[in-house]
């Protein structure tokens, strides 16, 4: 009589079994990410290996990989993005059921946001191409006693993982700016105002979750550029400081 319990409990244990089969996500899937900049849909390649996930977003931007756990129905994976040549871990945990996905995403402890997705059925996604970031400039060497923003700046950004390199080369024309700023992320366009010696630039830094505005201030002296203060939108304000560049 044990043994038949036992033969029928097993019966019953292998008749289960697929009703606690490990979901699956491999396949191509389109994330929308709400950032502190906005909404931004990207299509993701999720791999699958039992309960790790791997995978690739694949955006204008160039593809990004990722990785993380499956565990029943709860997802977790993490990637990092460069801004400005700093680097960002972003989070992302939530709910597989079906063809959905949905959860809350965290910005490298900086701020969080709310993301979903659904199981990408076409056979191709098409991509908003980037913008282009050539732009004409033409250096200028500060006069003696003048006010000049126009010309090659050394920059240095102090970010919470330390000094970053950066340089400006900019053009002034009564009293507007623009120019290029560069760093290991590459050049971006860069606008902005002088008024006396105050100066004010906006830049926009393209990363794989979209576009971060940056804001930044600062007083030139002479050769140099202090008091600046960066304002990263979702991230918060950083100092920086620049020299003009030797000739």
Known sequence: M????????????????????QAT?????????????????????????GEKVSGLFKGPAGEL????????????FKFTIQVQGMPLDITLTGKLEGETLSGKA????????DWKGKRDTAESTPTTPAPSTTTESTPSTASSGA?????KWDVVVKTPGGDLPASATLTEEAGKISGTFGSQMGEVPVTGTVEGKAMKL????QT???NMTVMMTGDIDGDSIVNGKAEIAGLGQMEWSAKRARQ
């Open 208 to 210: 794989p979750q979209g």
């Open 202 to 205: 906006t830049l926009v830094a």
């Open 106 to 113: 965290d910005f490298g402890g900086f701020a969080e946001g």
């Open 65 to 76: 990989p990722f990785t993380g756990t499956l565990i029943g129905s709860d997802l977790s």
């Open 147 to 151: 006010v000049v923003a126009a010309g």
């Open 2 to 21: 044990t043994r038949l319990r036992f033969t029928l409990l097993a019966l019953f244990v292998l008749a289960a079994g697929p009703a606690f089969a």
């Open 25 to 49: 996500i491999a396949g191509d899937w389109i994330l929308s990410v709400t950032s502190p900049q906005g909404t931004n849909s990207t299509k993701v390649t999720f791999t699958q290996d």
